[in-house]
């Protein structure tokens, strides 16, 4: 059979594709002229007729085109309806529960267009995988790129949440507040995170935070701490992309693991509810698997202390890993040291907290502690007695609802689930560290909006760059192509429609908030100041600074910050009824009262 442009553009399966990427093309032109179309009533002013017409004329340009050149202009044309319509669709869905499902469906029909694309565009695509094979400084560039727009997301939301007034004291305030303390005695000292003046290292201990501090000493701002975090999150890419080339990747697939690192939405949506120590465990952890795949053992013990420099719970993830370098590589001696230093280092954590500090998390595991029986170490008698009770709870949540199954899959979904993709049992040892999010009641530890998926994404593209050369070469590029479209997908949903709503919340507000930001520093440095929530942050370099949801109505400070933007009329009625009296106010947004003193 000929195989010319013009004899092969009129076969039954182009012309299908042809009419779909010309309904999918109408669609999205349809959609750039705005509209909800969420509305049963989007569109409705257009006649059938003229869409159809519109359709048709798309049909014949297509047809015309495919007679004419020798790719296969359909599927390409196809892949650009698609993909632009999901998009847009993703950007304009409501912010809903439901988004979830929604992005879930759209990643469906881009699996479908796409399987398509890929059999229609087979020889073109080895021809572009044989003109990357050799292209490693290519693959560097890409890493470099996706670093950056990574950084970039994670900035634009977390910075515009501190500047429009919506980063509140938990967990952003009460940090300010200590690296203020931090730059000025050299003491994580904070007083807005238990309403009194103690160490943040008696809730967790976490001095990995030190390493923060020099870049806050040169530019004391809160910007700074937010700035910092989105760089330690991105610089988990350098790792990735050093394990990619050690276990033999070719420069494609570094490039895709790459791309889905970055756009791995977890890691991006683990930063939106501010600043957080977790954000270290990724480049820790990474850094850390790079150094035993290339047995650099001195500077493995290194990152695994600083992992454990985390939090005190990060010694779970040591200790997970040298169970998996024990029982799937073998490597008894380094992992045996890991696990001892992991053990001890966690016992010594949890006697400091519950001896001096404010006491171990353990309530966040209550539903696996039977009685009285021991704290978090009841959590594993629970499970050596009882694991079918343990399995039960990993799939409960408070509510009854299918939260931790959405978690899960929203976690699996841009890795492609390739971290199960191996026929060695040890190697699912590496997806263990998902289990601390699910076995918990604690709704956040499973929500995706908030900081506790760092280390379970750092294993799970761990397991995936693992596993990727062992995979049969269809099954991996269909794994591939899934993971990219989910990252696509899921990205869309989660980060960049949240960086577009802070962009556009600060641009319609950013007057305002330069004249607020302006008036709040007219209070005095010097005086202790208990404030709303949401302006904590902007008041907390000095070193007496309360919440005011958790502080109440003491009449034992100089001044009383209060946010009009929320129902606080009670707390100004109280506070008057002390003999505060009113000091300034800003634009129906912020009224500041003084102690009878302070008059």
């Known amino acids: 059979m000929n195989n010319t442009p013009s004899s092969s553009a009129f076969t039954i399966d182009r012309l299908v594709s042809r009419l779909a990427a010309s309904w999918l093309l109408f669609t999205l032109g349809a959609l750039a002229t705005g509209g909800n179309f969420g509305d049963i009533s989007y569109l409705r002013q257009l006649p059938v007729w003229a869409a159809a017409l519109i359709i048709a004329a798309l049909f014949a340009a297509l047809s015309a085109a495919s007679s004419k050149v020798k790719i296969h202009l359909d599927s390409w044309a196809l892949a650009v309806g698609g993909t632009g319509s999901c998009f847009v669709w993703l950007m304009r869905y409501p912010n ?33 995988r044989l003109i990357a094979a050799n292209k490693d400084r290519l693959a560097l560039v890409w890493t470099a790129i996706c670093g950056i727009v990574m950084f970039s997301s994670i900035s634009i939301v977390t910075v515009l949440r501190y500047k429009s007034f919506a980063a ?20 994580p000292m904070v007083t807005s995170e238990r309403d009194m003046l103690l160490s943040h290292f008696a809730v967790h201990i976490s001095p990995i935070y030190y390493l923060m501090l020099p870049a806050y000493l040169l530019f004391r701002s809160p910007v700074t701490l937010q700035l910092c975090q ?18 033999g990747l070719s420069p494609w697939q570094k490039m895709l693991v790459s791309a889905i690192y970055a756009f791995y939405p977890a890691l991006s949506t683990s930063c939106f509810y501010d600043l957080h120590e977790n954000c270290f465990l990724p480049v820790c952890l990474l850094s850390m698997f790079l150094c035993y795949e290339t047995k650099k053992y001195p500077l493995m013990y290194l990152f695994a202390a600083l992992t454990l420099m985390v ?14 370098i024990m029982l799937s590589e073998k490597s008894f001696f380094h992992g045996a040291v890991l696990a001892v230093t992991a053990v001890g280092y966690f016992a010594v954590c949890i006697a400091l907290l519950n001896g001096f500090g404010m006491g171990a998390m353990s309530w966040r595991y209550e539903n696996l502690i039977y009685g009285e029986s021991g704290g978090l170490f009841g959590v594993i008698s629970t499970a050596i007695l009882n694991p079918g009770y343990v399995l039960s709870q990993s799939v409960t949540t408070s509510d009854g609802g299918a939260q931790k199954l959405l978690y899960l899959i929203q976690m699996l979904l841009p890795v492609g689930f390739l971290p199960f993709a191996s026929k060695k049992a040890s190697r699912w040892l590496l997806a263990a560290p998902v289990l601390i999010n699910l076995l ?28 990727i050369p062992q995979i049969k070469p269809d099954i991996r590029a269909g794994a591939l192509w899934l993971a990219v479209i989910s ?39 010097d005086s202790s100041v208990c404030a709303s929530s949401m302006l904590v942050a902007h ?40 003999g505060y009296t009113l000091y300034a106010e800003h634009e129906n947004m912020i009224k500041v009262l003084k102690a009878p003193e302070q008059a």
């Open 539 to 578: 008041l907390a370099d000095r070193d007496e600074i309360y919440e005011l949801e958790s502080h109440g109505n003491e009449p034992d400070v100089d001044f009383v910050v209060i946010d009009l933007r929320y129902e606080n009329q009670s707390y100004i009625d109280a506070y008057t009824a002390c």
């Open 487 to 525: 990252c696509f997908c899921l990205y869309t949903t989660f980060v960049t429609r949240e960086a577009a709503f802070r962009l556009s919340a600060y641009r319609s507000g950013r007057e305002n908030f330069i004249a607020a930001e302006e008036f709040l520093d007219t209070i005095p440095e």
């Open 168 to 187: 509140p004291n938990f967990d952003f305030g009460l940090f300010v507040n200590m690296f203020h303390n931090m730059a000025e005695s050299g003491l």
């Open 230 to 247: 989105a760089a330690v999150v991105a610089l988990g890419i350098i790792p990735v992309h050093l394990l990619s080339r050690r276990l």
């Open 96 to 128: 809903s529960s439901q988004r979830i499902y929604f992005a879930i469906g759209c990643i469906v029909v881009l699996c479908l267009i796409f399987a398509y694309f890929r059999h229609a565009n087979r020889g073109l695509l080895d021809k572009l």
């Open 311 to 324: 939090k005190e719970d990060a010694a779970v993830y040591i200790l997970i890993f040298a169970v998996f």
């Open 440 to 467: 918990t009641m604690y709704g956040y530890q499973y929500d995706l909006g908030f900081q506790y998926h760092f280390g379970a994404a750092a294993f799970f593209v761990y397991a995936m760059i693992k596993n």
